[in-house]
């Protein structure tokens, strides 16, 4: 899937614009605060309904203006077109349209536009708090396994459901008792999941990540977030005491992880920004890897950024990586030169040059 045509209006400092992208390279280049990521910014927009750069989507309007938007067509790999839009006031009023109809909820447009960013902020896959970690494997379970997103609000509900009665005490036994085997079942489900995913992944990972760099001895590997050794409807009745102590249940998928070593080591403590950056960026390839296999469509890569920290060589084979994965790729960087020569003789490329929020198509 790719975008085939985008429009933009009042997203940061960015003149109302519409692209006609190319299917596979985009490269956006300018001076630095010229909206070459205010353009990455709003394409995230209408993939995920938020920003990559702010909590809050009202500095992404721009000044002045009531409301910000962004259009765009999506053409499919079997030639099918769907248009979405999203539109932000600053009111706080939020409206997304799929085909013309008022989307439900944000995982619908997750749906329709699978985006992958590598930013400046990547390395915080590594050493940010688990839960980024969990984001990312959970969109890749997401976009391979369509039974993933019911059983993840059918955890979401019973983890609820417990939490209040852990703090106000609420519920009777056998009530308790029903939320905990509904609790114990959709995480085993999601934990199957994941656990599939990985061992999925592990394999395109390691081999994505030794065309990239040479990193000997980096092990990938997933903590589910209770004991391996036990069921968790043990683990959660061996618990409760502390859980009701604390007023959260402490053991279970909201807990899972990913864990990166190198050797003895967390790799993110011993590698350096660019060798992390690579190892982030081996993830994310292989993410996209995976779904292109599972059939359901390419994702679109967002690369803000993509020659910093990265020397010419490194630089040269995450190009190519992006290459071999067929798929549209958004990236930006200063001086257009250092990505001109990365790409297979027939891969349609096009530039594009980011000056005071006016982009304009390098003819
Ligand atoms: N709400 C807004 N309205 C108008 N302009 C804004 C708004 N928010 C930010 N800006 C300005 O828009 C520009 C956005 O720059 P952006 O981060 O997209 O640049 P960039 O080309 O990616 O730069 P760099 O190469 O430094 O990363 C900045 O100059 C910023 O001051």
Redesign the pocket.
Known sequence: MSLSRVTVT?????QAVTLSPSPRINI?Y????????????AIYLLGLARSF?SQRL????????AA?TVFAQVAHADGGLCNLGVSRDRQGDFSIRIDGQNARSAAQLAEVLPLQLIN?DSFRLLEGAPKIRRQFLDWGVFHVEPRFLGAWQRLQKALRQRNSWLRHGTLDGPSQAAWDRELSLASDEIDGYRRAYIQALKPVFEKVLRELVELDGLTLSYYRGWDKDRELSAVLAGSLLRDQQLGHTQAGPQRADLRLRAGAHNAADILSRGQQKLVVCALRIAQGHLMGQAKRGQCIYLV??LPSELDEQHRRALCRLLDELDCQVFI???EHELLCNGWRADTPVALFH?EQ?RITPWE
């Open positions: 009042a997203v940061r400092n960015l956006l300018g001076a630095n605060g010229s909206g070459k990521t205010s353009l990455l910014e750069r009202q500095p992404v309007i721009q000044y002045e203006q910000c400046p803000d950024d930006t960087c200063v980011v929020g």
